[in-house]
């Protein structure tokens, strides 16, 4: 059974940085592609960010380009969101997502993705 831990949530102020990890299990990590979503209260689950299964392609939702990072470890089966310059509207609870079949690019549709982490809340102050 696939498990996703995610890690690394917290409260920071505003521009400060957080690094999310998301450690995952069950089934081979390296051919399968990852993702990032977050939820805010009263708000639907939203696309952050994807990767490809070997690494090669990135996807950002515009709100977060050019200050969230994804990234992936196949050797340590952990993928990363590196987010810097927070704002506010980031908070949220973001998930770790693991792509439903293999060699997939990380898109950012929901329903690409089958298998969820708890969650990990990201408080940014104002």
């Known amino acids: 059974q696939v498990q996703l831990e995610e890690s690394g949530g917290g409260l920071v102020q505003t521009g400060g940085s957080l690094r999310l990890s998301c450690a995952a299990s069950?089934?081979?990590?390296?051919?399968?592609?990852m993702g990032w979503f977050r939820q805010a209260p009263g708000k639907e689950r939203e696309f952050v960010a994807g990767?490809?299964?070997?690494?090669?392609?990135?996807y950002y939702t515009d709100s977060v380009k050019g200050r969230f990072t994804i990234s992936r470890d196949n050797a340590k089966d952990t993928v990363f969101l590196q987010m810097n310059s927070l704002k506010p509207e980031d908070t949220a609870v973001y998930y770790c997502?693991?792509?439903?079949?293999?060699?997939?690019?990380?898109?950012?549709?929901?329903?690409?993705?089958?298998?969820w982490g708890q969650g990990t809340q990201v408080t940014v102050s104002s």
């Open positions: 069950g089934r081979p990590f390296s051919i399968y592609a």
């Open positions: 990767v490809s299964w070997d690494g090669t392609a990135t």
């Open positions: 997502t693991q792509h439903r079949g293999p060699m997939g690019r990380g898109e950012s549709s929901k329903s690409s993705y089958d298998y």
